[in-house]
């Protein structure tokens, strides 16, 4: 009997894997699913995502909205009423894009969510694979836009770094500054290590060697590269945290503690 035979046998969730082949798309789709349910009653709340210098991510950048971080102030008129608004609602569905078409996440919830396969050598519950050549999958491939998109939101979360230590005008560092600075940093590793990035800078030249400048970003992206799917994990933990963070300093739960 082949290998492949021996391995994979019929039958959606058959495998002759002995290991716990379920335990990695399981813990997948409890992380993912909290991170979605927290991340989207957190962009419907239009409260507390702002304290002193500390604006959350989840928030940023606020385009409308009422706190002193807004760019074009509170609610348009022409808002429609019927409609619920959130600063968030904006430009959320930027950064949610670029992680729903990462190609990273996509291998992970195609196995937790439905199952395509459950894992390696799993059957899966379906005899014919589609993939992402056709529709509705080949919309996936808006990955490279989002990434455009993604750079300019690192920008604006550097600048809130920045914000996050002018306390009333003076200096200052609190536990939020470094919050925030923890969640742009792991933002920035996870962006830098993309793989639409490593194709933008040198991947899809025949010829690297040629350019000094270019091989040398290509090596850079292409060694955060390897460590994708960390940078995919913890800055997941990262941005939902600074998020919760500045929403218990604003309700008063939790006191901002002053380093500097
Ligand atoms: Fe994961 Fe681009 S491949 S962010």
């Not at 990695?24 to 709340?45: C, D, M, N, R």
């Not at 619920?84 to 930027?94: D, E, H, N, Q």
């Not at 590269?225 to 997941?236: E, K, Q, T, V």
Request: proline share 6%.
């Amino acid at each position: 009997m082949a290998k492949a035979d021996t391995l994979h046998r019929k039958g959606f969730g058959k495998s002759s894997r002995r290991d716990g082949w379920w335990v990695q798309p399981g813990l997948t789709f409890l992380v993912l699913t909290l991170f979605i349910v927290y991340a989207t009653w957190s962009a419907f709340q239009n409260a507390h995502y702002a304290w002193g210098p500390y604006l959350s991510p989840f928030y940023s950048p606020e385009i409308f909205g009422n706190s002193p971080h807004a760019w074009l102030g509170p609610k348009p008129e022409w808002f429609p009423g019927w409609l619920p608004f959130s600063p968030a609602l904006f430009i959320l569905p930027f950064p949610a894009g670029f992680r729903f078409t990462c190609y990273y996440y996509r291998g992970a919830y195609y196995k937790a969510f439905w199952a395509d396969p459950p894992n390696c050598t799993v059957s899966e519950p379906r005899n014919a694979y589609t993939g992402e050549h056709g529709w509705p999958l080949l919309i996936q491939n808006i990955h490279r836009y989002f990434l455009y998109a993604a750079i300019l939101f690192l920008i604006v979360l550097w600048s809130d770094v920045i914000k996050a230590m002018n306390f009333d005008g003076h200096f200052g560092v609190g536990l939020g500054t470094l919050v925030l600075l923890l969640n742009s940093a792991l933002l920035t590793f996870y962006t830098l290590s993309c793989h639409s990035l490593r194709h933008l800078i040198g991947g899809r030249k025949d010829c690297l060697s040629s350019n000094k400048a270019t091989l040398a970003c290509y090596s850079c992206v292409s060694g955060l590269n390897g460590r994708h799917m960390l940078f995919a994990w913890m800055s997941l933990f990262g941005v939902m945290f600074a998020d919760l963070y500045v929403r218990l300093v604003s309700m008063g739960i939790w006191a901002d503690w002053r380093i500097v």
